[in-house]
């Protein structure tokens, strides 16, 4: 028998649910000890849920996380799990308050043994960039927790103390330790998982130590964590990893820091970075849609890419039986936009209807003498107001279908097309949806399916179709530069004149920086969608709505 057999425990917690949270680490405890293991690491606020933002300054709130942690080391104990060792992170209260009084609390790991809590140990960097604010809500720890089990010596870390120098990891060189346990709450970000698995070798070489890290799994309102535990030793190599977007449990038998084996056959790849976005995509609607209590969603079928894509993800996430598709065709949708949005109904096997809306804008535009883009606008808020009709009647999720290029430059109607309590893709790039509908319609084929995404789809010019012969292209760059120039000012953060250096065409550079820059109020109002890159607009990407700064 190995020294230790550690089980990495990648759970799905519910933000707030500690009850049904405390039960699934037992579960997961109880899991383990079936697979022969006497210590369990689990993610990063396994017991309450991760991010919990402001609820970290409700004082009940943190006393019950508290309490559940004790009363899962005595529940363990009674139904004999207590010689098992479990570190699993909650929020605990600070021993003093900030010098604002704001925060009180910390981000912790406890190690649970023997019926008791024997440790616990305060995360020491708070991230306070992107998505994090947690230097506003808790407090920092200094000190690294160490502890001696079955003849090997195990040190604890969470999350952002890996991405920074100084704090407890300073200590570990000094601390003698085999196997670093890392608590993790990491989003996910197309490419990210490389940068995990590389800030972890780096901490098992610079300090002669296995590493095992923990994430968890699941969405989180637009946030989407995608697991890939993943355990390396002393000298960085990989031993294994977890499955991404899954709750997990893979198992490592440990005899030192540099003689570890995977029980079970070892996983080591990854798929390829389409399937982690419709994976991530998938994984983050089902999780909004079950974990808020909705049975269905609803959305506009165009024949578009966009609407193509977002039913394909819905169906995906929670079943085309709880997915409603309405075709709503004004007296400018073409037939190909008629057809092509009830063959993608066909091909999925969601419900569909029609509901056309040239009688409503008809009756609208002949009230208040409506014409030019005022109309336009019009045709959009008619279909919105069907959706959000059909959603107050029937309990639907209304689901807005625009994309991040279309919501950079304001490319959408206030009110209209950009209805709806959930975007499946407003982090997703025009181009980048492209390439999404084609790889699932070629895994799709690859596993004897029948694609879902209509080809004529795919391929036709993309259009709102809200006048003749209208297509996006009247009023935009191709989508290819457009989303090159979006790129440079809004993920790279770059200013004009840097742009204009980059081999960009001034006038078209000034005015899509206008565009972007003038939308700032839409998006504002939108509804929240899955956060895949590093600028997602919403938590990443602050600024002002009134801003001058581009002139």
Request: with cysteine; net charge negative; proline share 3%.
């Given at each position: 028998?190995?020294?230790?057999?550690?089980?990495?425990?990648?759970?799905?917690?519910?933000?707030?649910?500690?009850?049904?949270?405390?039960?699934?680490?037992?579960?997961?405890?109880?899991?383990?000890?079936?697979?022969?293991?006497?210590?369990?690491?689990?993610?990063?606020?396994?017991?309450?849920?991760?991010?919990?933002?402001?609820?970290?300054?409700?004082?009940?709130?943190?006393?019950?996380?508290?309490?559940?942690?004790?009363?899962?080391?005595?529940?363990?104990?009674?139904?004999?799990?207590?010689?098992?060792?479990?570190?699993?992170?909650?929020p605990a209260l600070a021993p003093e308050?900030?010098?604002?009084?704001?925060?009180?609390?910390?981000?912790?790991?406890?190690?649970?043994?023997?019926?008791?809590?024997?440790?616990?140990?305060?995360?020491?960097?708070?991230?306070?960039?992107?998505v994090f604010d947690e230097y506003r809500i808790f407090v920092p720890g200094n000190d690294l927790l160490s502890f001696e089990f079955q003849g090997l010596k195990f040190s604890t870390l969470i999350c952002e103390d890996i991405w920074q120098s100084g704090g407890p990891v300073a200590q570990l060189a000094d601390s003698k330790t085999d196997v670093v346990l890392v608590l993790n709450g990491s989003p996910f970000e197309i490419d990210k998982d490389d940068k995990r698995q590389q800030l972890v070798r780096e901490l098992a070489v610079n300090n002669t130590a296995a590493v095992a890290y923990v994430n968890l799994v699941g969405g989180q309102d637009d946030l989407v964590f995608d697991g890939d535990s993943l355990l390396v030793d002393a000298a960085g190599k990989l031993i294994g990893r977890a499955k991404q977007f899954e709750t997990d449990l893979i198992v490592f038998d440990i005899e030192s820091k540099n003689k570890i084996e995977m029980v079970g056959e070892p996983r080591i790849s990854k798929n390829d970075d389409n399937e982690q976005v419709w994976n991530a995509l998938v994984l983050c609607l089902r999780d909004y849609v079950n974990k808020n209590g909705f049975k269905s969603v609803v959305l506009g079928l165009s024949g578009g890419i966009d609407s193509a894509v977002c039913a394909s993800i819905a169906a995906d996430a929670i079943g085309a039986e709880r997915v409603f598709g309405v075709s709503m065709p004004s007296r400018y949708s073409s037939k190909h936009s008629r057809s092509d949005a009830e063959d993608l109904a066909d091909r999925i096997g969601l419900h569909f209807r029609t509901e056309p809306i040239e009688s409503m804008v008809n009756a609208f535009e002949s009230q208040l003498g409506l014409d030019g883009i005022a109309a336009e606008n019009l045709q959009a808020r008619m279909r919105g107001v069907?959706?959000?009709g059909l959603s107050n009647a029937e309990g639907h999720l209304t689901l807005t279908?625009?994309?991040?290029?279309?919501?950079?430059?304001?490319?959408?109607?206030?009110?209209?097309?950009?209805?709806g309590g959930f975007a499946p893709i407003k982090d997703v790039e025009k181009t980048l949806v492209w390439e999404l509908a084609k790889w699932r319609n070629e895994f799709a084929t690859a596993n004897g399916q029948t694609p879902p995404i209509p080809e004529n789809s795919i391929t036709k010019p993309p259009s709102a179709e809200l006048r003749p012969d209208q297509t996006d292209q009247d009023?935009?760059?191709?989508?290819?530069?457009?989303?090159?120039?979006?790129?440079?000012?809004?993920?790279?953060?770059?200013?004009?004149?840097?742009?204009?250096?980059?081999?960009?065409?001034?006038?078209?550079?000034?005015?899509?920086?206008?565009?972007v820059d003038r939308a700032e109020w839409k998006r504002r109002q939108g509804a929240i969608g899955p956060k895949i890159t590093g600028m997602a607009f919403g938590r990443d990407r602050r600024l002002p709505i009134t801003n001058r700064s581009h002139k």
């Open positions: 028998m190995p020294k230790v057999r550690l089980a990495l425990a990648q759970t799905n917690p519910v933000v707030g649910d500690i009850g049904a949270n405390t039960d699934q680490a037992f579960e997961a405890v109880k899991s383990a000890a079936e697979n022969g293991a006497n210590l369990v690491l689990f993610g990063e606020m396994a017991i309450t849920g991760y991010p919990i933002e402001d609820l970290a300054a409700r004082e009940s709130f943190i006393m019950a996380a508290a309490s559940a942690v004790t009363t899962l080391a005595t529940r363990l104990e009674h139904a004999g799990f207590g010689k098992i060792a479990v570190v699993i992170g909650h308050r900030d010098s604002h009084g704001w925060a009180i609390a910390q981000n912790c790991a406890s190690v649970l043994l023997g019926g008791k809590i024997t440790g616990t140990y305060a995360k020491h960097h708070l991230p306070n960039y992107s069907i959706l959000m279908t625009g994309n991040k290029t279309e919501l950079a430059v304001g490319y959408s109607t206030i009110y209209g097309d950009s209805v009023s935009l760059p191709e989508y290819e530069l457009l989303d090159d120039l979006l790129d440079n000012y809004v993920e790279k953060r770059l200013g004009r004149d840097e742009i204009v250096a980059l081999g960009f065409d001034a006038e078209i550079v000034d005015r899509i920086i206008g565009l």
